[in-house]
């Protein structure tokens, strides 16, 4: 497999890349007056020129041309193709093997590697044709080239309709996060485009505009050759392009520069979150200067030889949300395409496609008959305190409590909703809250048991073993057992003592289905949740009075809320982690992966039951919360998009590779179509971190047990040389953390979140097969070495 690679930046090479607002635009001609402007910059530096893809004869390849007219210049042309077509076509009728993208940044990274450690200077790399030509693969040069994010030069258009073929090239790349530095173009008499677009780059985007006369017309092979050398010799005279290498070389001091200050400066600038900056120094803050897929470019001093930007993966997902892979190019579109139709628009009393479609697809998609409604916020945690503003207005309507007597939720220990106050009220006194002066727990909090593989067998803790988590999941099969009486009476018991006994009163009962995440990754027993709520929904008589449902579909006993702001969408493998537990609840919260890892947006979905209960002529009886920013377009739109690409992918099978690998020994899955595995994947509980990789952390030493679902695996850390024990403050997983950090030369590194003593990793939905492997080796070579 080949290492891992990342953007592109040498101390000692400045490396350029030039595009092209369209085909015959001069590339070949400004790259050369480029390379010559450049040569003579500095006596101990050296320009080179590569072509990674060339299309046409090989005697009239751009890298001929430029070394015609530079001799001795270092000049590459990695993958030529004859015909005079596009990339992808040419490829596609060569004889050669069709190179992937990762085979073209590969050797793009090499020859760039080998330049910085024996020539120090300057690289100019050009693209083939326009911004949007396909590459060999038939990927498109701006998605093609994005992980590099090289610094841009736009060769604008001076033909007729140049001037739009310019800016479309322009925004193509400022939507991939390309930084464009300068744009040159030719000075054509007829057009003068020109005379539009200097001062439409010059004012509007501060990016500088230099013209050149147009090159002299093709005549016989020796004119040409004549004609250009006084056309460079002419051009090189102009006094607007002598500045360019200077500025070229600031803007590249410059941004070494403010990456290598960005620690000190943020150190004395931000309050970070969830951080004791009493530790917090300098050299512990990671610099990311871009992402891209599921990695970040993290900036790191090294060797001329290397970049300084690294290859880090995302291994929290960036706090559960990345799921599309960073800079995805569909939803930056998406997100483009709203901004600049809405912006923001009011939302009370209004309404917008994007809201009202995504409205329609998440009833849809959740595949809950409860779940009627939607409503919109900012983020997880005030989504939840909606969600239990909606339940507790139900059930005082329903009870007839009065407003001053206190009312509780009921949760389980270990549970966390959010940070805001309402949502912290929410969870059991920890430490999260402990030292938040207006904490006031609302509630009462139910032991739970936790599912871990430990020594290659999955322990329901309490609760028995099991072969296979798959069969932890059989919630129906283990209730037509009579697994879960032992739980019903249990949870009855405890219900009748704190209603019957301590007279509490309770308005809703709030879950985080099957993971409770912030509070340490605990994977409860599905039953054990499952059976929770059947046994709230049988019994209204402890809550308030025996109340006959007006339907199936009305709620019972208490309103019950779903915190599925963590393991929704797809995080467990499954549009919701509702049908885990065989329940649907009359409340469910959503974030984080709903916009993909874009963009902050919450929505909150009820029944039509709990919606009626707010129903009233007096205004005062409404759900009254709301946000400047509720419905967001833009966010309302990437969702869509999100949503989209993900159920997309799920009815396609593209995690067949790891529905595949973790039933290995099933022959149905083994030898399944697409459409089967999607079916597959619906009914099993299936992980795209290997079996035979939890198998293996389950019998190492320190470790107290694994479990791995959908994208998400936990490691629980034990006790060992002096380290704090499990909980939040214990230092267990530091070990692991750190090893994960610290760089290979041919996997990279993990950048991961610890929880106490649990260290968790994340995948995004698009992250590879191969990626995940290489985090896979990491892991073991971190546990190997002792951490």
């Known amino acids: 497999m080949s290492p891992q690679l990342g953007a ?34 500095k006596p101990d530096e050296k320009t080179a020129f590569l072509k990674p893809v060339s299309t046409g004869p090989a005697e009239e390849a751009d890298g001929r041309h430029i070394s015609k007219f530079i001799p001795g210049l270092d000049s590459q042309t990695l993958y030529q193709f004859d015909l005079p077509v596009s990339p992808h076509l040419a490829a596609q009728v060569s004889q050669q093997n069709t190179p992937s993208d990762e085979e073209v940044l590969c050797k793009i990274h090499g020859f760039a590697s080998r330049l910085a450690s024996t020539h120090p200077g300057w690289l100019f790399v050009e693209t083939a044709g326009g911004v949007h030509s396909p590459g060999p693969s038939g990927t498109t040069q701006a998605d093609l ?27 193509s790349l400022k939507i991939r996060g390309y930084d464009v530095e300068l744009v040159l173009l ?41 004609n250009m050398q006084t056309y460079y010799t002419t051009a090189l005279s102009l006094p607007s392009l002598s500045a360019i290498p200077s500025r070229l070389s600031s803007l590249h001091q410059a941004r070494i520069a403010r990456l290598q200050s960005m620690p000190e400066t943020a150190s004395k600038t931000i309050w970070y979150p969830f951080t004791q900056h009493q530790q917090l120094t300098p050299d512990k803050i990671t610099v990311i200067e871009s992402a891209k897929d599921s990695h970040f470019d993290t900036f790191q001093s090294g060797s001329p030889s290397k970049s300084l930007l690294r290859p880090m993966f995302d291994g929290s997902a960036s706090w559960w949300t990345q799921g599309l892979g960073h800079g995805n190019p569909a939803l930056s579109l998406a997100a483009a395409y709203a901004a600049g139709r809405y912006g923001h628009v009011m939302f009370a009393e209004a309404v917008h496609e994007p809201a009202l479609a995504l409205a329609e697809m998440l ?31 139900a059930a005082r309507a329903r009870y007839g409590w009065a407003g001053e007597e206190k009312v509780g939720v009921i949760g389980l220990k270990g549970s966390y909703h959010g940070d805001t106050i309402g949502a912290m009220d929410c969870s059991e006194p920890g430490v999260f809250n402990e030292k938040v002066e207006w904490y006031e727990g609302k509630g009462a909090w139910l032991g739970s048991p936790g599912v871990r593989c430990e020594k290659g067998v999955w322990v329901v803790e309490g609760g028995g073993e099991f072969k296979t988590l798959g069969d932890v999941f059989d919630v129906e099969g283990r209730e037509k057992r009579g697994e ?128 009626r209960s707010f129903l009233s002529d007096d205004k005062s009886d409404a759900l009254l919360h709301g946000h400047s920013y509720t419905a967001h377009a833009v966010g309302c739109q990437v969702a869509l998009e ?67 679902l959908g994208t998400v695996l936990a490691i629980h850390m034990g006790s060992a040389g002096g380290v704090v024990g499990v909980g939040y403050k214990s230092t267990a997983a530091k070990g692991l953390q750190a090893a994960l950090l610290k760089a290979s030369e041919d996997d990279g590194s993990v950048h991961s979140r610890v929880l106490g003593n649990v260290l968790y990793l994340m995948a995004g939905q698009t992250t590879t097969e191969e990626s995940v492997r290489r985090v896979e080796r990491l892991v073991k070579q971190g546990l190997e070495d002792g951490t």
């Open 8 to 41: 592109l930046l040498h101390r000692s090479l400045r490396v350029y890349q030039v595009w092209g607002a369209n085909t015959e635009v001069g590339k070949t001609v400004f790259s050369t007056i480029l390379c010559k402007l450049t040569s003579g910059y």
């Open 145 to 171: 080239y994005r992980p590099l994010r090289l610094p841009a030069i736009l060769i604008g258009d001076a033909k007729l309709g140049g001037i739009s073929s310019t800016i479309s090239a322009f925004e």
């Open 186 to 226: 030719f000075e054509d008499k007829t057009y003068q485009n020109h005379s539009y677009l200097t001062p439409y780059f010059q004012q509007k985007h501060s990016i500088p505009v230099q013209t050149v006369p147009l090159p002299p017309p093709r005549l016989s092979p020796s004119n040409d050759v004549s």
């Open 363 to 393: 009833i849809t998609g959740m595949g809950n008959k409860r779940l009627k409604r939607v409503f919109y916020s900012d983020n997880g945690s005030t989504g939840v305190e909606v969600g239990v503003k909606m339940a507790l207005g």
């Open 484 to 611: 879960g009486r032992g739980y019903e009476k249990e949870i009855r018991g405890v219900l009748e003592k704190l209603v019957g006994e301590e007279g509490k009163k309770f308005g809703a009962l709030i879950l985080e289905p099957v993971v409770l995440g912030a509070g340490g990754m605990h994977l409860v027993d599905p039953l054990f949740q499952r059976t929770l709520v059947k046994v709230v929904r049988q019994s209204p008589e402890l809550f308030g009075r025996k109340h006959q449902p007006n339907d199936e579909l009305d709620w019972s006993g208490l309103p019950v809320v779903f915190d599925e702001v963590f393991t929704g969408i797809y995080r467990l493998g499954r549009f919701s982690a509702a049908s885990f537990l065989g329940v649907d609840p009359d409340i469910s919260v959503h974030a984080k992966l709903l916009t993909g890892g874009l963009l902050p947006l919450s929505v909150t979905l009820a029944s039509e039951s709990v919606f």
């Open 642 to 708: 999100s949503l989209k690409t993900m159920m997309k992918m799920e009815k396609s099978g593209e995690w067949g590779w790891a529905i595949s690998c973790q039933q290995k020994s099933d022959d149905q899955t083994q030898h399944a179509s697409s459409e089967q595995v999607a079916a597959i994947a619906d009914s099993r509980v299936w992980s795209v971190w290997s079996h035979e990789l939890v198998e293996w952390l389950s019998w190492q030493k320190g470790v107290e047990g694994v479990w791995a």
